[in-house]
């Protein structure tokens, strides 16, 4: 699918560039902050039913009208709700239980570049040298993040468990982002995202149910609410509704630049809000990061 506007003196479009990372970033403070009051799963599950249940109301006559629609679309929905909603609600969660707002910042980062090797695989998009070295130089500033600026890390496989919860996010939200946009859709923007947040509900279920009888229980008081609703309306309802529009706007393989002002946004709400210092290794993983997508980026013009 085309972008609707290429043209570089289209302001809007990339003003949004740089305002939907304020709030997709704040589910990293979801993911530091509100799971020491609710366990990760529950969290992402309740998150994204409580999502649904919000904009159900407002687009129930038209998902009714299309049933239709709704049984010919339905795999396609929930592959995008198990990635989306599923993987990339809850392994950030889990992350937030053992490495720093900066790492997962800045790991996430990474996932335009498997949305560049997506495009590639799936939807034949051709790759040039400058993608070829940028894709390299990013990989290497997320292993930078990952293996602590330690080589040592890397031949001892010593890794933070966040860190590789977060990477696995990252590949997620990618497969979300490559075939949002390239699955077509009978539904509209909005009444689309509210069948999408069902299914990663559905898809979160079962994890929740296994979370509260084996690992976690979770306490329903006034700091389940606070939390379920902070990440259900930031993070989510505002946040990947602007991100779907910056996405008609600019094409799945550039909207991938929001991740990139995320990685920025998160360190800073890790700064003030956590106490968490910026280290060495992540100014070197950042700089190869963003070297990496200047390269990597280049060939939209």
């Known amino acids: 699918m085309k972008p609707l506007v290429t ?75 198990l990635m989306g909603c599923g993987i990339c609600g809850a392994f ?79 590949v997620g939200w990618a497969i979300y982002s490559i075939f949002l946009i390239n699955w077509k859709s009978s539904f509209s923007l909005m009444a689309r995202f509210t069948l999408i947040a069902f299914f990663g509900a559905v898809s979160l279920f079962p994890f929740y149910l296994i979370e509260e009888l084996y690992f976690f229980n979770t306490t329903f008081n006034n700091n389940f609410l606070f939390w379920v609703l902070f990440a259900a309306i930031s993070p989510g309802i505002i946040a990947f509704t602007l991100y779907t529009k910056v996405q008609k706007y600019v094409g799945a393989s550039f909207a991938g630049f929001t991740l990139y002002i995320f990685s920025i946004y998160s360190a800073i709400y890790g700064i003030i809000l956590f106490d968490e210092p910026l280290l060495h290794f992540h100014y070197y993983g950042a700089a190869l990061v963003f070297v990496g997508v200047y390269l990597a980026r280049k060939i939209f013009k």
């Open 92 to 170: 950030p969660f889990i992350a937030g239980m053992s490495t720093t707002m900066a790492n997962m910042g800045i790991i996430y980062t990474s996932s335009p570049i498997f949305i560049i090797i997506l495009s590639v695989l799936f939807f034949k998009d051709k790759i040039n040298l400058s993608r070829i070295i940028g894709l390299v130089l990013c990989l290497l500033g997320v292993i930078t993040i990952i293996c602590k600026g330690e080589l040592n890390y890397l031949l001892n496989f010593k890794f933070t468990s966040g860190d590789l919860w977060m990477l696995g996010a990252a």
């Open 7 to 81: 043209k570089r003196n289209n302001f809007f479009p990339f003003l949004l560039l740089f305002i939907q990372p304020i709030f997709m970033a704040s589910n990293i403070i979801v993911a530091r902050g509100g799971v020491e009051y609710v366990p990760p799963v529950s969290l992402a599950f309740w998150r994204w039913l409580t999502v649904f249940i919000i904009l159900m109301p407002f687009f129930f006559n038209e998902i009714s009208k299309k049933r239709k629609h709704f049984r010919e679309e339905s795999f396609d929905l929930f592959l995008l709700g």
